[in-house]
């Protein structure tokens, strides 16, 4: 005797199946296990009965309808390892299963796993693009389920994008921010999570020692928002120290120094930390415009520059003394020969790599000029 049981089909949604039994024949084991399975009304024992087919009958043409069942139930159950594990099956029967993958992000993502988030966002992304992708049906009587099949596989793939960058945001380990956020850039470049993920992986870059790829992203952000301070700082100072760009070295300086006096303290950062943070990165811009003349040999600007500097630079042991001796140098050249000298006494009291040459200039002005004190 032949059962044919025939499931309806419906507009897919996350809780949609995609597969279907259409026919059962209750005189072979497989298909008296799947009857068996369609009238038990006891979740457990139908959970049980699901497992033993899969196990069972792997290659039934019904497998892939009865993983879809037993992912939905560990689902329910919170059971992270049993979803990918149904959902590992069910891909291999079906790699195109957009809500199989998702599934498995989903859990990827309750084990906190960066590879596994990796696999599970490109299945979710692939397997959603090609759904995408299908063509406008001609007949009118297909067209909502196309367009609610279309919806949905957008708002998975978008979902895929968002677990990454997630999993992006959360990670402190920078070879894994660096992974997932470059494979979301690749993937999605003008996506909604493209732009919010640059800034977590150029601090990535800077930690991992990546300078170049960290300047080459912050030129990338800089060309259409100048906003992030730490991106500005990076490029100016790659450009000065291999003496090229000076214009967008004098550009960016600037633009630091305005972008600090009109940002806001962030959250959850106090006043005494957020003034030392404006302090410092106003100082670093005014060091690089000052250092940049100087080598210019624009004493005067350079001169403007490097004074506005040095209050801010006071607690920072390595650029005070150069912004010192800058000072100092500039002063002579500018005909300032007590300025230069006052300078370059305080740069000579301090231990630095210029603080022997500070001294013997500043013996050498008291030489040149009568009066220097």
């Known amino acids: 005797m032949r059962t044919l049981v025939v499931l309806m089909a419906v507009a897919m949604t996350a809780s949609a199946q995609r597969h279907k039994i259409e026919e059962v024949n209750s005189e072979k084991p497989e298909g008296k296990l799947l ?9 457990a024992k139908k959970a049980t009965l699901l497992e033993q087919f899969a196990t069972e009958f792997p290659k039934d043409p019904g497998a892939a309808w009865v993983l879809e069942q037993l992912q939905g139930i560990y689902v329910k159950a919170g059971d992270a390892d049993k979803t990918l594990a149904a959902g ?3 891909l291999a029967l079906d790699p195109d299963h957009p809500e199989a993958a998702l599934q498995c992000l989903k859990a990827a993502e309750t084990k906190k796993d960066p590879a596994l988030i990796k696999k599970y966002s490109a299945a979710a992304s692939a397997a959603a693009r090609k759904m995408a992708a299908k063509p406008e049906p001609k007949e009118a009587g297909e067209v909502a389920a196309w367009k609610a099949e279309t919806d949905y596989a957008k708002q998975v793939d978008t979902y895929a994008d968002y677990a990454l960058y997630r999993a992006a945001l959360e990670s402190r380990d920078p070879k894994a921010v660096i992974e997932l956020s470059e494979m979301l850039r690749e993937r999605s470049p003008k996506g909604e999570y493209a732009d919010k993920v640059a800034q977590p992986l150029f601090v990535a870059y800077r930690q991992a020692g990546d300078n170049a790829k960290a300047v080459a992203l ?3 952000i800089l060309a259409t928002d100048q906003s992030n301070e730490d991106m500005l700082l990076v490029v100016a100072d790659n450009y000065l120290q291999q003496k090229k760009n000076p214009d967008k070295v004098h550009a960016y300086s600037a633009k630091i120094a305005d972008v600090m006096g009109q940002k806001p303290k962030p959250e959850g950062v106090n006043d005494a930390d ?3 943070r404006k302090r410092l990165v106003t100082g670093l811009a005014h060091y690089m ?3 940049l003349y100087y080598n210019e040999a624009n004493f005067a600007k350079a001169d403007q520059s490097l004074r506005a500097a040095l209050p801010l630079v006071e607690s920072n042991a390595a650029l005070k003394p150069e912004v010192l ?4 140098f ?3 050249k500018l005909e300032k020969p007590q300025d230069a000298a006052t300078f370059y006494r305080e740069c000579a009291a301090i231990k630095s790599p210029y603080q022997a040459t500070a001294a013997k200039n500043l013996l050498g002005l008291k030489n040149q000029y009568q009066g220097i004190k």
């Open 88 to 90: 590992d099956k069910l």
């Open 325 to 328: 001796y800058l000072l100092g």
């Open 330 to 332: 500039a002063n002579y």
């Open 35 to 43: 009857q068996q399975i369609m009238q038990e009304n006891d979740a």
């Open 218 to 220: 912050a030129e990338q």
């Open 274 to 276: 957020w003034t030392a």
């Open 289 to 291: 415009n000052g250092k």
